[in-house]
Every structure is written in C-alpha cells, then in structure tokens.
C-alpha cells in the first residue's frame, strides 16, 4: 500500500498522478483538514501533525509514504526520513525544469509561507535559478489552498485572486509558474484564463510519481514481496481516503472527478478499472 498525506484535498493532485503511472496497487490518503492549511502554520506542529499520521500509515501496512505536500516536505521531511525506516517522497518545487524552460530568463513561483521559508526551496532556487542568472518572482498563495477546499477551484473569485497572483509575475516577464503547493494544479483552469497561451504551468507531480514508482519497486525487491505475482494480475486494491476533520464533500467530490477523468482516458483493465472505483470516504480522529 502506498500511503499518502497533505494537509487537505490538495494532495489528490499528487494521487492522480500516482493512479496514473500505478493503477493496480491499493492507496490510503490523508487529508489532515483539521489542520488545514499547513502554509501559516510553525514547523514543530507540522512536524508533530506529519510523524503522527506516517506512523498511522505505517501501522496500516504503508510501503512508501508520499508527502503530497510541499509545506509538510519543507518542515519535515528530514525528520520523518530519520525517524522511520521506510522510504518517504517528497515534493520539490519544480524550480529546475522551469529554469531551464524559460526564454524569459524569469520564472515564477506560486507557493505557500511555509515552502519559501524552508531551507529545501531556498537550496534549489539558488543551485538550479539564481546562480544560473535566472530571476525568481515568488509569490504566496493566500487564500487559494482554503478556495480549493470549499470546492470553489472554479468560482470567479478564485480567478480573480489568481490574477491578482499572476499578474505581477507576468509583468514581470515570466513565461512560466512553478505550481509549488498540491492544491493549485486544481486552479489550472484559471490560470490558464488569466495568462496567455505560451505561458508554462508546471507540476511537480509526474516526477514526484515517478520517484514513488522507483522507490516502491526498490523496496519490493529488498523485501521480495509478491515475487511471483505480475501488476496486473494483482486485485483486491483499493483507495482509502481518509480526513482528519469533517467529513468532506469537496474532498469526495475531487476524488471522484480524477476517478472519472483517468477512466475516460481509456483504462482498459477490468480489475484497474474496479480497484479504482473501490474508494471509501473515513472520518479519523488522530
Ligand atoms: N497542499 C499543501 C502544499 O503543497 C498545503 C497547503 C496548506 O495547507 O497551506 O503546500
């Protein structure tokens, strides 16, 4: 099973694209709503939030944990990789292929508080922009994550604080944001409506998968587990998705639209098309 956490919907996001590149192994998701949002918040709670629900994963039977969460990444990563002993992946701004994107020279990168604060951002934009002579415009996203979690991704006030984020980015002259928090992919749409077509959005997530994937395949193969036993023969998986606050319709409602949007891109595999089907919705009080 591959465990996932964020500190709301955003992280789904993530799970799409591990469904994608993953179809037949079986998810339990974490959406620590209660929480929510991780951006603002100190480093010793998120700390304290990420070792606690790693440690319900891995009671539950978690191979790999994803922080689908570049806040949680940013404060606790290290920490979580020190404490337990099963692989963690991590999100990173995806500062290095916008780097070498851009024909602008300038780039631009939409994130929460907590992801510009820690020392894994400031690393990456000076080793892959800054010493590179490519220029950052950074912005926080206040606001955003909180519109993605009332369901409100596509409301005209979501594009209008999106502009409002954009736009100086674009004055700027950057030709392309680096999506730097798991709940804006949701808001794709309306930055598409607010810059022009050349402009790059780029998401972290594909490569965030496909780091899972090779970690995940590592560990089958130190554990020789299920040796015998091809993908697609595999059944009985499923996706657990679970939140720390109230039992969430916004939540279900994304999951199931990244349900359907994967099986009308043609999954043509009858148990994969089953297992993701099988989700279930949990209340958790951790
Ligand atoms: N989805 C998160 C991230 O990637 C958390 C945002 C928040 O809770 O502030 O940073």
Known sequence: MIGI??????????????VKLMPSESYFYISDAAFCPYGPKS?????????????????????IIVAACNTATAAAIKEL????????????????????????????VLATQGTFKGSLYLATSEK??????VKIIEQVGEGLVELVEQGKADSPEAEQLVKKYIDPMTAA?????????THYPFLEKAIRK???????????????????????????????ANPGIKK?????????????GSKSDVLEKLANDITQEILSNGL????QKAGLKKKFIVSLDI
Request: aromatic share 6%; net charge neutral.
């Open 5 to 18: 956490f964020d500190s709301g919907a955003g992280g789904l996001s993530v799970w799409k694209e591990l």
């Open 43 to 63: 480093k010793n709670l998120i700390l304290e939030r990420a070792t606690l629900i790693s440690r319900f994963l891995i009671e539950r039977g978690a191979e």
């Open 81 to 108: 990789r020190q404490l337990f002993d099963i692989p963690f992946v991590g999100m990173e701004p995806a500062v290095k292929p916008a780097a070498l994107l851009t024909k602008t020279g300038t780039i631009g």
């Open 128 to 133: 892959y922009a800054l010493n590179k002579q």
């Open 173 to 181: 002259g950057a030709d392309c944001v680096v999506l730097g928090c």
């Open 194 to 224: 607010v810059s022009s077509d050349n402009f790059n959005i780029i998401n972290p997530a594909p490569a965030v998968a496909k780091r899972a994937l090779h970690l995940l395949e590592n560990v089958r193969k130190t554990d020789g």
């Open 232 to 244: 697609s023969e595999k059944s009985g998986f499923e996706t657990t998705i679970a939140t720390t």
């Open 268 to 271: 043509t595999n009858e148990s």
